[in-house]
Nanobody
Framework: QVQLVESGGGSVQAGGSLRLSCAVS????????MGWFRQAPGKEREGVVA????????WYADSVKGRFTISQDSAEDTVYLQMNSLKPDDTAMYYC????????????????????????WGHGTQVTVSS
């Protein structure tokens, strides 16, 4: 059973930073598309970032380019999301996702495929940015 456990959310003032972590267990193959989604109250879920763990290629939503960085620790099967220059619009529940079906090209072009039957989700961690 694939499980994802997120940590690192919290509250911060605008301009501040937070780092989220997502640890994967139950899936022993290195290559997968890992990413983060977020959903604010009354808004649709949106993809934020993704990384293909086999080679390290990344995808970023335009809204976070230059501010957010996704990275990985392959030995620990953990991905990290470093969020800098946070804005109130970044306030949302952030969900980690593991897409076991997308290859490196699809992951780099589009991020995690949220509708795949082989995409697994964490329970989410809240990020709140105050002005």
């Amino acid at each position: 059973q694939v499980q994802l456990v997120e940590s690192g959310g919290g509250s911060v003032q605008a301009g501040g930073s937070l780092r989220l972590s997502c640890a994967v267990s139950g899936y022993f193959y290195r290559n997968k598309c890992m990413g983060w989604f977020r959903q604010a109250p009354g808004k649709e879920r949106e993809g934020v970032v993704a990384i293909y763990t086999g080679g390290g290629s990344t995808w970023y939503a335009d809204s976070v380019k230059g501010r957010f960085t996704i990275s990985q620790d392959s030995a620990e099967d953990t991905v990290y999301l470093q969020m800098n220059s946070l804005k109130p619009d970044d306030t949302a529940m952030y969900y980690c996702a593991a897409d076991l079906s997308s290859g490196p090209g699809a992951c780099r072009a589009n991020g995690v495929e949220p509708r795949s039957g082989r995409t697994y989700w964490g329970h989410g961690t809240q990020v709140t940015v105050s002005s």
